[in-house]
C-alpha cells in the first residue's frame, strides 16, 4: 500500500516539474492558494487590527463591491488607457533612439552621455514639474509613462545591435551581403532577444510610472483609487487595487517571457 | 609578371605583409612578403604554428581585411572586397543562431538573391552530401560541434565558388568524422574542378589532400617552404598507410617542429 502512494506522489512531482501548460498553471494556482492560505492564518491569528491587515476574504469582498459600484471600471479604464497608449510609443521611441544610437557614432558620441545622464536621475521626481505642465489627467500620465519607459528599451537596444558576434558578421560580409542584408539578418535578430527583455523591464516600470502619475494628480486610476482608500483607512479596498495591479505587472512579465523564449529558442539552452 | 603564364592561376598572392596597429600598445607584424599562386582547380594547404597568420592571409584573400601592402589576384583581378567568386569557412563556428540548417546552408544563396525555392533545393543538395539529411530544421543549438561545422562548409559550398577558402574546418570533429570529411571535400573537389585553399593543424589531412603543401614560418608569418605532394589521385585512406605519405608527413613535421619551437618560445619571452 505504502509503495504505491509514494509512486502516485512522484507521479505528481513529475508532472508538476515538466514543461506542459497545464503543469505551469497548476504550479502558479497551487503558489498562490498557497500565499492565499498562509496570508488568511496571519490576518486571522497575527495582525487582527484591520487597519494593518485584512484576511484576503474581505479584499475579495472589497473588490466585488467596487466591480459592482462601476468604479473598478472606471479606474482600470483609466489606468490601462494611460498605459496602453504610452507603452507602444515608449517602445516605439526606445527602439528607434536605440538604433540611431548604434548606427551613428556622432550620435552616440553627442547624445549618449547626455542620455546616460538622464537615465540615472529618477526621473519620477519630475512629476510635479509634468503635472503643473500638461494638468491632472490623461496628457500628464502620458508624458510621464513614455519618458520613464524609454530607457529600458532604449538601452537594450544599443546594447543588443553593438553585441553582434563579429564573426557572424564577417561571415555575412563574405557572402557579400550589403550594409543593410547584414543589418536585417544579422544585427537586427541577434538584437531582438536584447529589446524583447529591455521591453518586459520597461512593463515593470510603466506600472510605477502610472501609479506615480495617478498619486500626484488624477480624478480616476489605481494610483487615484488606491491613495482614495489609503487616506480612508480601507485597507481592504486599497489591497484589491493592489492585486489589480499586480495582475497586469504578472501579465506583461508572462507574455513578455513567452515572447522571448518564441523569439529567442537557442538562448534557452 | 602579369603575363600570359599566370592567366592559368586562379589565385596570385603577391607581396602580402600585414601589420595590426594597435593604439596604445605596440603593433603586430602578423605576415611578411608572402607570394604564392594556386593554379585553377589546385588543392592547397597551409600548415604553421599557432599565431604565425594563416587565418589572416585567408581573410586578406577573402577580401574582408585590407592587406598593409601587396595584391591578391583572382582569375587575375586584383581583390578588394569579398565576391561571389570566393567562399570562406572560419576557423570559429559562424552560424546563424536564429535560422535552421538549410536556411544557414541556404543563405549566401538567398544574400545573392536567388530565389527561396531554388536556394533550399541546393542548400538540401549539400545538407544530403554532407550527411546532415534529417536535420534540416534543426537549430545550430540542437547539434554537435562536429555536425555545426559540416553546416558551415555545406553553406560555403552551396555557392559554387572559384576558390573555397578553408580555415581548420575539421578541427572539431571525432578521426572518424574528419576522415570521411576528407573523403567527401575530395570528391566534391574532384567533381567541382573547384580551387581549395586549406588551413589545418594535422600534417597527415594536409598531405592526405594536397597537391601542394605551403609551410609557414612562426610570426611574422611567410612561406618557409612548399612541398609539391606527388602522390597519385583518386586518393583514398589505403593512401595513409604508405610509405611515400609517411616519408611526406615527416618531412613537414620536421619542419614545423622548428618552427612551433620557436613560437613558443617567442610567446614565454
Ligand atoms: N584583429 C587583430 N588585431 C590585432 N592582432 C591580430 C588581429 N587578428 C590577428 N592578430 C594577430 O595576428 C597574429 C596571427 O593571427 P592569426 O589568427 O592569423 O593566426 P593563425 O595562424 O590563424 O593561428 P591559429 O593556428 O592559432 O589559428 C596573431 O599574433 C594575432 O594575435
Ligand atoms: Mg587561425
Partial sequence: ???????????????????????????????VAFVLAVWQLIATYL??????????????????????????????????????????????????????????????????PMLTALNSVPLVALAP?????????FASKFVLVTIF??????????????????????????????????????????????????????????????????FFGSF?????????????????????????????????????EWLERRLAPWRQE | MAGDAKMADALTI????????????????????????????EFVSI?????????????????????????????????????????????QDALLPWKTVIDNVAYGLLIAGTPRRDAHATAQRFIDMAGLKGFEQHYPHQLSGGMRQRVNVARALAVNPKILLLDEPFAALDAQTREIMQTELL???????????????????????????????ARPGSVREEIPIPLPRPRDLELKRHEAFGALVDRIWHLIEHEVRSAVANNRA
Fill in chain 1, 1 to 31: 500500500m505504502s509503495t504505491a502512494g509514494s509512486l502516485t506522489w512522484r507521479g505528481v512531482y513529475d508532472f508538476l516539474e515538466g514543461r506542459s501548460r497545464a503543469a505551469a498553471l497548476l504550479r502558479m494556482l497551487i503558489s
Fill in chain 1, 220 to 256: 480616476a486610476g489605481f494610483g487615484y483609487a488606491i491613495l482614495a482608500a489609503g487616506q480612508s483607512f480601507d485597507t481592504a479596498t486599497l489591497l484589491a487595487y493592489v492585486i489589480m495591479l499586480g495582475m497586469l505587472g504578472l501579465m506583461g512579465s508572462v507574455f513578455f
Fill in chain 2, 47 to 91: 600548415v604553421g604554428a599557432s599565431g604565425s597568420g594563416k587565418s589572416t592571409l585567408l581573410r586578406i584573400i577573402d577580401g574582408l581585411l585590407p592587406a598593409s601592402s601587396g595584391v591578391v589576384r583572382v582569375s587575375g583581378h586584383a581583390v578588394t572586397q569579398p565576391g561571389a567568386d570566393r567562399a570562406m569557412v572560419f576557423q
Fill in chain 2, 187 to 217: 570528391n566534391i573537389w574532384q567533381k567541382s574542378g573547384t580551387t581549395v585553399l586549406l588551413i589545418t593543424h594535422q600534417i597527415d589531412e594536409a598531405v592526405f589532400l594536397s597537391d601542394r603543401v605551403i609551410v609557414f614560418s
Fill in chain 1, 149 to 214: 519607459t524609454i530607457f529600458p528599451v532604449l538601452v537594450t537596444t544599443e546594447t543588443g545591435l553593438k553585441a553582434t558576434d563579429k564573426i557572424l558578421i564577417e561571415a555575412a560580409r563574405s557572402f557579400n551581403a550589403s550594409r543593410w542584408q547584414i543589418f536585417t539578418t544579422v544585427t537586427l535578430p541577434f538584437a531582438v532577444p536584447f529589446i524583447v527583455s529591455g521591453i518586459r523591464v520597461a512593463w515593470a516600470r510603466a506600472l510605477v510610472a502610472i501609479i506615480i502619475a495617478e
Fill in chain 1, 47 to 112: 495582525v487582527t487590527n484591520k487597519l494593518l491587515l485584512v484576511p484576503p476574504a474581505d479584499v475579495f469582498e472589497a473588490l466585488g463591491k467596487e466591480g459592482a459600484s462601476g468604479a473598478l471600471w472606471t479606474n482600470a479604464l483609466a489606468t490601462v488607457s494611460a498605459v496602453g497608449a504610452a507603452f507602444p510609443v515608449a517602445v516605439l521611441l526606445g527602439v528607434g533612439i536605440g538604433l540611431a544610437l548604434a548606427s551613428s557614432r556622432l550620435l552616440a558620441l553627442t547624445a549618449g
Fill in chain 2, 14 to 41: 603577391e607581396g602580402i605583409n600585414k601589420v595590426f596597429e594597435r593604439t596604445g600598445k605596440p603593433s603586430v607584424e602578423a605576415l611578411r612578403d608572402i607570394n604564392l599562386s594556386i593554379r585553377e582547380g
Fill in chain 1, 129 to 137: 514639474l509634468f503635472i503643473a505642465w500638461l494638468g491632472l489627467g
